[in-house]
């Protein structure tokens, strides 16, 4: 049986995690306006991998015994500078995501539910890959700057994007 706090602390991450999936909706609605299909691909694909990750935190809490309390999507962003603004706001938002994971883990072992400090691990480890990912390409949009060439490139780049980063 989950404890009423890591039960809370959860369903506030599934929230978090519902929201990053409107959010990145929101980014690949911008890039279609734009008709940057292969960045409105990757964007579709990660948002679509924000609602997996929702879905096991979920599924956890339910197989612990917990209740799952869905609370309301805080409205997204909806227009940006640039195609390299959308991708710095998505790393300013991925840490923050990582610092969530980090204290849930913190609150997990303060707790002694070792159960769900293990299952956090995973998260853990994904918020690496998702911090690299789009720092990678944060770094690339830079080197780009103006060059109209060099965006086409990255819009195909992007568009190969099959499901994981
Ligand atoms: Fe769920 O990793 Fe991004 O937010």
Do not use: C
């Given at each position: 049986?989950?404890?009423?706090s ?10 978090a ?5 409107y959010?990145y ?13 292969g960045?409105?691909n990757?964007m ?6 924000e ?14 015994g ?12 909806s227009?940006?500078?640039?195609q ?7 790393l300013?938002h991925e ?8 204290d ?5 072992a ?16 994904e918020q ?8 990678e ?7 780009i700057g ?20």
């Open positions: 049986m989950l404890k009423e890591i039960a809370k602390a959860l369903n506030q991450q599934i929230n995690e519902l929201y990053s999936a959010l909706q929101s980014m690949a609605a911008y890039f279609e306006d734009k008709s940057l299909a960045f409105a990757w579709d694909l990660q948002a679509e991998e609602m997996a990750h929702a879905r096991k935190i979920y599924d956890f809490v339910n197989e612990r917990g209740r799952v309390i869905l609370e309301g999507i805080e409205k997204p962003k227009s940006w500078e640039s390299l603004d959308v991708f710095k706001e998505s300013a840490e923050k995501i990582t610092a969530m994971i980090n849930l883990v913190s609150l997990a303060a707790e002694k539910d070792y159960a769900t400090h293990s299952f956090l691990q995973w998260f853990v480890d690496v890959e998702e911090e690299d990912t789009v720092g390409i944060v770094d690339k949009l830079e080197l103006d060059s109209t060439q060099g965006l086409f490139m990255m819009d195909d780049k992007l568009a190969a994007r099959v499901t994981e980063p």
